[in-house]
T-cell receptor, first 114, second 120 residues
Framework: GEDVEQSLFLSVREGDSSVINCTYT??????LYWYKQEPGAGLQLLTY?????DMKQDQRLTVLLNKKDKHLSLRIADTQTGDSAIYFC??????????????FGKGTKLSVIP | DTGVSQNPRHKITKRGQNVTFRCDPI?????LYWYRQTLGQGPEFLTY????????KSRLLSDRFSAERPKGSFSTLEIQRTEQGDSAMYLC??????????????????FGSGTRLTVV
């Protein structure tokens, strides 16, 4: 079955880089996502990567995928106080016309210290 | 388009009452999903629709839960005889799946802000 695990808390100083880690178990071709959730709000898609890629960069965000270890990381460069939120890792196996339901981790709460 | 809209934002109800939530997806999206998120957890899949057809239901969706998407546009989620364990944030999301899909297509959703249910 699918399982996604993340560390629960991360604290960084403003201006430093943040690295949030995630491990997943599904061995099939899969999409891997990072979502951001601010208090009382829904989820905002930050970035995604398909399992045939190793890295993806989008402005301050860098996603690294180690397929052998099933390890995914999200690096946020120059972390700002506005980045304080809960970050969820999620996976969705490629399934043709299938459901593409997401399996989420429990989320990593990022606290940015001014 | 203003994204995925959910109503109400908050609902407080007494145990045993019925509640209904509404989700209006992005208009051109053919898929609509419901997830439930409890405190300190990630969202969990409940069910999804392709147009008006409900194609999959999670085992989390007990007999007291029913979801509809009658015209393939908005959807409703009803919980009958609510229990305290139903207290959660109910999230709706929509996406566009164009067939036949390829491995490079992106299947990310757009989530709404959710309906927070408190059963007292």
């Amino acid at each position: 079955g699918e399982d996604v695990e993340q560390s629960l808390f991360l604290s960084v100083r403003e201006g430093d880089s943040s690295v949030i880690n995630c491990t997943y178990t599904d061995s099939s071709s899969t999409y891997l996502y990072w979502y951001k959730q601010e208090p009382g709000a829904g989820l905002q898609l930050l970035t995604y990567i398909f399992s045939n890629m190793d890295m993806k960069q989008d402005q301050r965000l860098t996603v690294l995928l180690n397929k052998k270890d099933k390890h995914l990381s999200l690096r946020i460069a120059d972390t700002q106080t506005g980045d304080s939120a809960i970050y969820f890792c999620a996976e969705s196996p490629y399934s043709g016309a299938g459901s593409y339901q997401l399996t989420f981790g429990k989320g990593t709460k990022l606290s940015v210290i001014p | 388009d203003t994204g995925v809209s959910q109503n109400p934002r908050h609902k407080i109800t007494k145990r045993g009452q019925n509640v209904t939530f509404r989700c209006d997806p992005i208009s051109e999206h053919n898929r609509l999903y419901w997830y439930r998120q409890t405190l300190g957890q990630g969202p969990e899949f409940l069910t999804y629709f392709q147009n008006e057809a409900q194609l999959e239901k999670s085992r989390l969706l007990s007999d007291r839960f029913s979801a509809e998407r009658p015209k393939g546009s908005f959807s409703t989620l009803e919980i009958q005889r609510t229990e305290q364990g139903d207290s959660a944030m109910y999230l709706c999301a929509s996406s566009l799946l164009i067939l036949p899909p390829t491995a490079d297509d992106h299947y990310g959703y757009t989530f709404g802000s959710g309906t927070r249910l408190t059963v007292v």
